[in-house]
């Protein structure tokens, strides 16, 4: 029966019928090893876990013995930039091929012990440097709606793995859209909390001040049950942040009223680089959403057309602190051509890093430089405090703010993958929101020439339980996106 | 405003301990110029009387209990090192004699 296992279906259901015993973790897990076999040519996923069955039967173990586990035999991917005592950990750079953690974070730890099952490490861009993940240092992620097309990145495994209904949710992270952009490519929901809700503990470390840890999941409700178990500080974290009092699990089904709501549509996401039929489905589903009573209206934010330009000077100089560590002495990749402990740092780092991870360091390394660093870093923080502030004075006239994910589809394979700059373009949408700390979601819009497109919805910080309302509320109204 | 040369990139490479061939730094010359100037629009950008963030969740000062906690173990610890002698990781000399 193991192969009519559904694992798009809902992540409460499926832990609901683990906790029955009308199907077991071990079934579940099956289902899914059997569908990444059969789907294996996407390329999704890097490693799969040897032990996956036996972490399957130990579930079964723990709910033969009575425990109540919110996410019992839910078989999950995590983006090989989280460290997890399964599997290796390379954040798909060659610099870390063979390294194996020696600790997992709370994250992880989390869904293990609410009786998930990690079954796989999903691709990525390396060191989540990029929106493609053609950036891999073992190779590129095909889209699965359109396999000569780019699945978006960084969280592209991840996302792909759920839209081939390899796992029933993926953990992505998301600096400056790296979950939302291939989310929204794919065809699936990506859900980037507030900065600090979950803590970064035991992931790669990119961009330390925006970074954040999320679920792709087939559909909003299930990316509240996930960040239910996920949510919440630990002290391994300094940044992280307290979860809500009553939680994120979603609320019993009901119908979406949505009176009173009030939504600003960003104006800066609807320029040029829109593509006619985003603008449309957006539009109808503006329309939809009044229909059901909210209010939309434009909303300007200048200082978001200037939110990429900071990104690139900040995340860069974060990226360059970072991969510091990288030094050919502790772990990861060594040369063995060094006679000395320079050339160790020195040829390690260039044999081991990729183009991308390099270039973002040679930026990062320049702009916190003497003499460049008012100019730049300090300016980009400073924009940063005027996005910040423009958000502020938006959330104090709109509950939520609207916009497209992505202002087209998914690109073919190879189009930008010479044109680093032409890349960065892809997460016009995106960067904002992490630059100013606010939840986001992505939820799939529709089709632009068959491929997927995605809406996002932002809230204020913390109000993560707002913004799943709205985003399920949303969802009723687009309906079946994969025919409109 | 700056136009990145050859030798610039070179000098940040050093910097940053990163050996780069003499091809990859006339490319990454070319491309990193190519984002400066991308970023170069903030110069327009009055930010007279704005603060610098650097960080947005409102976090000020947290503190932890200073006592000894449980951490990797050594062989933990080194369990991933190139290289390792005695319980120590090792690195190429870095005295002559």
Known sequence: ?484 | MSKIGIAEVERVATLARIGLSPEEAAEMAAQIGQIVGFVEQLQSVDVADVAPTDQVNGLVDVMRVDEVRPGLSRDAALANAPAQKDGYFMVKRVLNG
């Not at chain 1, 998930?116 to 889209?143: I, M, P, Q, R």
């Open chain 1, 1 to 484: 029966m193991a192969e009519t296992i559904d694992l798009k279906r809902p992540i409460a259901e499926l832990a609901a019928e683990v906790q029955a015993g009308k199907v077991s973790a071990v079934e579940l897990v099956q289902a899914s090893l059997d569908r990444i076999e059969a789907t294996k040519d996407y390329h999704a996923l890097l490693e799969v876990n040897p032990a996956a069955l036996e972490r399957a039967r130990q579930v079964d173990a723990r709910v033969a013995a009575g425990e109540k586990l919110p996410l019992a035999g839910v078989p999950f991917a995590a983006k090989d930039n989280y460290l997890t005592l399964d599997m290796h950990t390379t954040a798909a750079s060659k610099i870390l091929k063979p390294f194996r953690a020696p600790y997992q974070g709370p994250a992880i730890e989390r869904l293990l012990a609410a009786g998930a099952v990690l079954v796989a490490k999903a691709n990525l861009d390396a060191f989540a440097h990029g929106s493609s993940t053609e950036n891999s240092d073992f190779g590129a992620t095909k889209n699965p709606v359109d396999a000569a097309r780019v699945p978006g990145g960084s969280s592209g495994g991840s996302a792909a793995a759920v839209a081939l209904g390899q796992v029933a949710f993926a953990l992505g992270t998301d600096t400056g859209g790296s979950i939302r952009l291939p989310a929204s490519y794919c065809g699936v929901v990506g859900l980037k909390p507030t900065y600090g809700l979950v803590p970064r503990t035991g992931v790669v470390a990119m961009g330390s001040s925006t970074d954040v840890l999320g679920p792709l999941t087939n559909r909003a409700a299930d990316a509240a049950v996930v960040l239910d178990v996920m949510a919440g500080r630990d002290a391994s974290d300094a940044t992280s942040i307290e979860r809500d009092a009553q939680g994120y699990a979603p609320e019993p089904a009901k119908e979406h009223d949505l009176r009173g709501l009030k939504i600003g549509l960003i104006k800066e996401y609807l320029g040029d680089g829109l593509t006619p039929t985003v603008r449309a489905r957006l539009d109808e589903t503006v329309q939809q959403l009044e229909a059901r009573g909210a209010i939309v209206e434009p909303i300007s934010l200048p200082a978001a057309q200037l939110a990429l330009a900071a990104y690139y000077i900040l995340v860069p100089a974060e990226v360059s602190s970072n991969l510091a560590r990288y030094d050919g002495v502790r772990f990861g990749y060594s040369s063995a051509a060094a006679k000395t402990l320079e050339e160790t740092y020195r040829l390690s780092r260039q044999e081991g890093f990729g183009a991308e991870a390099k270039r973002r360091i040679i930026i990062g390394t320049y702009v916190l430089s003497s003499g460049y660093y008012d100019a730049y870093y300090k300016r980009a923080q400073k924009v940063r405090t005027k996005l910040i502030e423009e958000f502020k004075a938006a959330f104090a006239q709109y509950d939520l703010l609207l916009g497209p994910t992505a202002p087209t589809p998914a690109f073919p394979l190879g189009a930008k993958a010479h044109d680093p700059l032409a890349m960065y373009l892809n997460d016009v949408c995106t960067v904002a929101v992490n630059l100013v700390g606010a939840p986001a979601i992505s939820l799939p819009l529709g089709r632009d020439g068959g491929l997927p497109i995605g809406l996002q919805l932002i809230a204020p910080q913390r109000a993560e339980r707002q913004l799943f309302a709205a985003a399920a509320a949303t969802e009723a109204v687009i309906g079946d996106w994969e025919s409109r």
